[in-house]
């Protein structure tokens, strides 16, 4: 017997980078996942753990869509009976100096964020109440120390710590643990963008220099994969967890110490 065996995870932004690490993850410990992703490619990345044993679906979803978002956690509850972990991955980023930041990024972002992983908290607790659960929250090492010409990527991580705060207040007593994790620098198509963008801003930086001069900062002198982080938010997922909440944590190789 498995971890999660008989248990239910939906994983937004699940079809790659971190989110489809840790589908992989679940998906070996025998869990039912869901991925859910604006991308049609979710299809095939489901298609993809089903390939190696798991059982796992595929769900296009936007998380800034109330009646999409409602459909996506009905659709796992119908699938495989429950949703017991949910994990609000979905994510996005742009980077520009303060004047060139438009009110369409800021609201995009914002709106992705922090409002998407609100409300898949919200429909999750709706499916757990009555029987418990855990729901983990993507903020970013942006919800620790605000990163230069992020304003708004850093705005909507550190409204991502607030709202865990206050969601485990409220779903204590119902056996519901609400906590967020903070990345520090990981390798995905996300951070391939920062360092294409951040690089040519703060110094003319070639591809993959950024990142290098950044790991330097790292205690542990590496970036960070897919897997670090699933391994964190399996142990938050999982039983051994069961009195941890409202808390927020950092997988960073150390770069952060806060
Ligand atoms: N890569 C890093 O270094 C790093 C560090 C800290 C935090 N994070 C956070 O981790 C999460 C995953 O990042 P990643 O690096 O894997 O990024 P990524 O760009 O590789 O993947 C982002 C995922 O989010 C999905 N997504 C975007 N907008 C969506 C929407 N409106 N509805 C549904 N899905 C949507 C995409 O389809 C994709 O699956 C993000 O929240 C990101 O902010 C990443």
């Known amino acids: 017997m498995s971890r999660f065996s008989g248990k239910t995870v939906v994983i937004t932004g699940g079809n790659r980078g971190i989110g489809y690490a840790m589908a992989e993850r679940f998906a070996s410990e025998d869990a039912n996942v869901v991925i859910a992703s604006i ?13 190696t044993g798991a059982k796992a679906k595929g769900f296009v979803c ?17 699938e495989f009976g429950s949703v017991n972990i949910s994990v609000q991955n979905a ?16 609201d995009a972002t914002m709106n992705v964020n922090t409002k998407g992983v609100f409300l898949c908290c919200q429909e999750a607790i709706r499916h757990m109440r009555g029987n418990g659960g855990k729901l983990i929250n993507m903020a970013s090492g942006q ?21 865990t705060q206050s969601l485990a207040k409220e779903v204590a007593l119902d056996g519901i643990t609400v906590n967020a994790i903070c990345p520090g620098i990981i390798k995905t198509d996300m951070w391939d963008y920062n360092d294409r963008v951040w690089g040519k801003m703060l110094g003319d930086f070639g591809p993959g220099e950024l990142m290098e001069s950044w790991v330097q900062n790292i205690p542990m002198k590496r970036a960070g994969e897919g897997r ?29 110490m806060s």
């Open 62 to 78: 936007d998380v800034t869509n109330i009646s999409q978002v409602k459909e996506l956690y009905e659709f796992a509850a119908k």
């Open 39 to 51: 991308e049609e490619h979710v299809y095939e990345a489901a298609d993809a753990l089903v390939a």
């Open 228 to 256: 670090d982080v699933a391994g964190l938010v399996s142990f938050l997922a999982s039983n051994d967890a069961d009195y941890i909440t409202g808390q927020t944590i950092n997988v960073d190789g150390g770069l952060i």
């Open 91 to 106: 994510g996005i980023i742009t980077i520009a100096k303060v004047e060139d930041l438009t009110e369409k990024e800021w």
């Open 143 to 163: 919800a620790r120390d605000g990163f230069i010409y992020t304003p708004h990527y850093a705005a909507s991580k550190f409204g991502v710590m607030g709202l």
